[in-house]
């Protein structure tokens, strides 16, 4: 009883402190955003997909993921016509990334989606001499 007690005590105590970490942290992932924001629309502007500064390497990566929008309508899509590389468990985002450059339309009942993100790497330390 006195270690439930404990546990529970010691739990709402980590809860309080997180909820005061990303209070305070909130400000500085805010500007965060705000720079990868700039740092993105520099990059499209000049149609680069990175960019190294003195300060640092800028660069974009865009992640695709597909949803099922139909289920039951994909699955007979892919029975249909044995393309089953389309699919994981759920609709396999590279295979149908590829399936839409190919066929320039998405399979039925699948929705894709892009996200760009930014990367800021420190420069390289150069060695002593």
């Not at 980590?14 to 805010?30: C, F, G, R, S």
């Not at 149609?47 to 007979?76: E, H, I, W």
Request: charged share 25%; hydrophobic share 35%.
């Amino acid at each position: 009883e006195k270690w439930a007690q404990q546990y529970v005590a010691l739990r709402d105590k980590i809860k309080v402190l997180v909820e005061a970490h990303d209070e305070k942290m909130k400000p500085y992932k805010e500007i965060q955003n705000q720079l990868s924001g700039l740092i993105m629309g520099f990059l499209d502007q000049h149609n680069l997909q990175n960019v190294k500064t003195k300060q640092g390497t800028c660069s974009t990566s865009t992640r695709y993921t597909a949803s099922l929008a139909d289920p039951d309508l994909f699955m007979k899509f892919v029975m249909d016509h044995n393309l089953f590389d389309l699919m994981d468990r759920r609709a396999n985002a590279t295979a149908v990334r590829s399936y839409v450059e190919q066929h320039k339309t998405l399979p039925p009942g699948v929705n894709l989606s892009a996200l760009k993100t930014v990367s800021v790497r420190r420069p390289t330390e150069k060695p002593a001499e």
